[in-house]
Structure formats: C-alpha cells, structure tokens
C-alpha cells in the first residue's frame, strides 16, 4: 500500500513510512500520522483508505473523528477562562452555572470537573442521537443530573458529560457572549492558525470525513458503566457519528473531526509551554501544572474499572499499563494528551518539546497494539520514552 509522505523532516521519512506500513500491515485501515518538534511540523504521513465501501484513499486533508482527544481543547478553553480571571478551579460549577446545583451537585467545582471527580460520568437516560447534537437539551438535562458519588471523593470518568459541563461554564463566563464553538475559534484554533479542527463540521467538508469501521461488541450488560457513560443508542459506531446532525454539532467531550497535522499543532503549543509561533495561549506556569495526577490517581476509575493517570483535563504519561495514553505515549510522567474512542490518541511532551497524533478510522478497543511501530519509532526517533 502506497505511503504518503508530506512535509517531513528527510532522516524521518523512512522510519516512519516503514512505521504506519507496519501499523496497516497490523490491521489499521486508514491513518494518518503528524509529529511536531519544537514550532516545526516534522512529521506528516498518511496511507489507507478512508471509506472502504467507496475505496476512497485516506488523503491529506481527510478528516478523521478524534472523540474525546477533542477533550484536550475543550479543557483549554476553560483554562484560558481561569488564566484571564473569569473562573477559579475551586468555585463551585454552580456559581457560573445556577442550574447546575439540582439534585446535590451544588458543591461540584470546576476542578472536580476537570479532574472526573464530579459524579456526574452518566448520560441522560433518554438520550437519543438527534438530542445528542442539540447543546442546549444536553445542558439542560446535566444540570438536573444527580452524582454517582459524593463530588470529590472517588474517580469518573465523564466519558461525553465533561464536554458539555466544561463548555457551559466557559460559555457562561464569557465577556462577548459567544457560542462555546465560536469561543474555540476564536480564541484557540485562529491565533494558532488551525483551519482543520472541527467541533461540528459544516456540510461542505463532509465528502472529506473518514468512514469508522466498528470496533466489536464490548461483552458487558447494558447497564455496565461504560454503557451508562455513553449509552448504546448514542455509542462510537458510524451509524452515529457518521449522521448529519452528530457531525453538525457541538459535542465538547466527543465531537471532533481534525487532520492529525492540525491536531498535533494544537498539542505543539501545550508541549511549548503554552505558546506556538508567537502565540501566547496559556501561561507558561499554568501549563506546567497540567501534568500533576488527580487525587487518588492510583485507586480504579469508576466507568473504566482501573487507574487512570488524569490531571487537569488532560491524560497523562506513565507506567500504568491499564493507561492508554501512558502505554502509547511512554513512560514520562509529565507528557499530557488525551486518548479517543477506538484508540485515536494525540499527547504534548513538554520535556522533548514534540507533540504526536495518530488519527485513524478503525475502531478498537484496547490496547491498541496496532499502533506499537508509531510508538517505536518515536521512541528511537526523539528518545521520548
């Protein structure tokens, strides 16, 4: 199969072709790769078909669903609220948000929040795909949502509700007044010159998004945890996020769609301290706090069942094997990223300065071992272990 190479670093080419050749050989379908090093972009690669009942050739302006990799910039966003003043992480959610206090959640802050401490991990029961992609009936029905556990006192995983209470609490705060998707826009993706990141993609770009293919049944009862904190109707399967309205929507938790350059962009900034090409977006000092560990890190999460490594929004590195982010992305406690459905992953290491995305359109669960080579090659090519 053909191997795409884009703007690449020359002494990259090679490892990293032979890299995602060996990644479809393992069963990757279509795929796309990006690395950053420092400010440049010094790796960007793409092979594999991106509709494999059309045979559409994944191409380097495809755009993949990243699902919750796109939790990162959304938990920048609130980050940049707090370094302007707008919102303190010990403040309860409620103070920006009055109707979120409902049923025993007036004492949930914007860090238990950011830290999936809230108790608040489960959907709307009723939920349905079309009331998915409608931002103000999924706000409205988390506001009425009562914890799973006492706020700050044990670990959740908000696998889609941390989209929406996150974004709600910047787009309350918010001097202009504008939407949480204009927010985004405006104050993340134009500064860092990001044209192919999307929270809801417009109709015109359609023709250019990857077509998943379905990872197998989970063999868990419907009412496991998992499948409360993204129930079946509204699960990571085409028939769902490839719908018209999900694509179209704002889904803060879940709904992105980006090329891996544009998402490796994104994450080159948190891996410069916050800044890319000029462009300031957080405090240094702030994001060198991203990678400190939740409490109780090391106690299993509620929905997953085992420990993860979460800090402010963010996954981080490590020797957990349970963790995705930390088994791809290596042994570095101070890397942060974030994993998506079905193992697409992007992480910032802010030691070597490099920053990775790997997008793809097979659905698996984990450990993504089809993606081993990737992580060999970055290991060899940025002692980044």
Known sequence: MEINVGRTRPDLVAPFSDAVQQSLEAGEVGLQLAVYAGSDLVVDVWAGIADL???????????????????????????????????????????????????????????????????????????????????????????????????????????????????????????????????????????LAIDDLWMGVPSSEHHRIARLIDAPPRPLPPDAPPFLAIPLQVGTRETIFGRTDVRESCIPGAGGFATARCMARFFAMLANGGVLDGARILPEAMVKTFSIPRPDAGQPDDVHGVPLR??????????????????????????????????????????????????????????????DPIRRAITASFDAE
């Open 53 to 191: 009942a059309t045979s559409r050739p994944v191409v380097a302006d495809t755009l993949f669903p990243t699902f919750s990799v796109i939790k990162a910039v959304t938990a920048v966003a609130l980050h940049i609220q707090a370094a302007r003043g707008y919102v303190d992480y010990d403040r309860p959610v409620a103070r920006y948000w009055p109707e979120f206090a409902a049923n025993g959640k007036e004492k949930v802050t914007v860090r238990h929040v950011l830290q999936h401490r809230s108790g608040v991990w489960q959907m709307p029961s009723d939920v349905t795909p079309e009331k998915m992609a409608d931002y103000d009936w999924m706000c409205e029905q988390i506001a009425r949502l009562a914890p799973k556990f006492e706020p700050g006192t044990r670990n959740g995983y908000q696998s889609l509700t941390f989209g929406w209470m996150v974004s709600e609490v910047v787009r309350r705060t918010d001097p202009k007044g504008r939407s949480f998707r204009a927010f985004v826009q405006d104050e993340i993706l134009v500064p």
């Open 310 to 371: 979460i800090g402010a929004g963010f996954w981080l590195g490590g020797n957990l094997e349970a963790a995705n982010l930390g088994r791809i992305a290596g042994k570095n406690p101070r890397v942060i990223g974030h994993p998506g459905a079905g193992c697409s992953i992007a992480w910032a290491d802010p030691d070597k300065r490099i920053a990775v995305s790997i997008s793809h359109n097979r659905m698996c669960l984990p450990p993504a071992t089809a993606q």
